[in-house]
């Protein structure tokens, strides 16, 4: 099993340019989430699937997209990007069959420089 | 909803002990602790649910004070390996917020030898 993908591993991108972050897992998992990691800040939950077609926000959610339309992809949209979205994305998933918060796998994270 | 880590910084030598604290100002159903190394992601250490439960590593102990909301991450006899920063992530116990986790920010161990 490859567990959590992440591409790229390293993006540069200029103010106002949109792209998406891929994430992908092979461990048939329902939930799937994007936190962004800045420095001091540990993790911030940004949007997470429950499954295929189920989405929704978490604390940080303006600036981002995503949809759910498989189990194993989760890409991450950033709609115009802007300086104050530099960070570390790392996408994670878990089996999580109740719902409730799991044991979760992280991928091995997307460096975003914006310029 | 953040939880809050403490102490920010621990600085051990090799053998020595530490507890990591996470206390947070909302019901919780289950408190989560992970470590990350420099450059790397994430990884899972345990669970600990309300009632009791927990899952995770064998070699790390942590207890979960339902009624303070606190949970504490215990690290004895430390070795070089557990040098990282260690996260807390909290669930509540609201429906609302079914699965999602808030991570606190982070406490940095740093073993010598």
């Known amino acids: 099993n490859a567990g959590v993908t992440q591409t790229p591993k390293f993006q540069v991108l200029k103010t106002g340019q949109s792209m998406t972050l891929q994430c992908a897992q092979d461990?048939?998992?329902?939930?799937m989430s994007w936190y962004r990691q800045d420095p001091g800040m540990g993790l911030r939950l940004i949007h997470y699937?429950?499954?295929?077609?189920?989405?929704d926000q978490g604390e940080v959610p303006n600036g981002y997209n995503v949809s759910r339309s498989t189990t194993e992809d989760f890409p991450l949209r950033l709609l115009s990007a802007a300086p104050s979205q530099t960070s570390v994305y790392f996408c994670?998933?878990?089996?999580?069959?109740?719902?409730?918060?799991?044991?979760?796998?992280f991928g091995p994270g997307t460096r975003l420089t914006v310029l | 909803q953040q939880p809050v880590q403490s102490p920010q910084a621990v600085i051990l030598r090799e053998g020595e002990d530490a507890v990591i604290n996470c206390s947070s100002s909302?019901?919780?159903?289950?408190v989560h602790w992970y470590r990350q190394k420099h450059g790397e992601a994430p990884v899972f250490l345990m669970i600990?649910?309300?009632?009791?439960e927990q899952k995770g590593h064998e070699k790390i102990s942590a207890s979960f004070n339902e009624k303070k909301q606190q949970s504490s991450l215990y690290l004895t006899a430390s070795q070089l390996s557990y040098s990282g920063t260690y996260f807390c992530?909290?669930?509540?116990?609201?429906?609302?917020?079914?699965?999602?986790?808030?991570f606190g920010r982070g406490t940095q161990l740093t073993v010598w030898p």
């Open positions: 994670a998933s878990s089996y999580s069959p109740s719902g409730r918060a799991d044991e979760q796998f």
């Open positions: 699937s429950v499954g295929a077609g189920i989405t």
């Open positions: 909302k019901a919780l159903y289950s």
């Open positions: 992530g909290t669930e509540t116990d609201r429906g609302s917020t079914l699965g999602r986790l808030y």
């Open positions: 600990l649910l309300k009632g009791g």
């Open positions: 461990m048939n998992h329902e939930y």
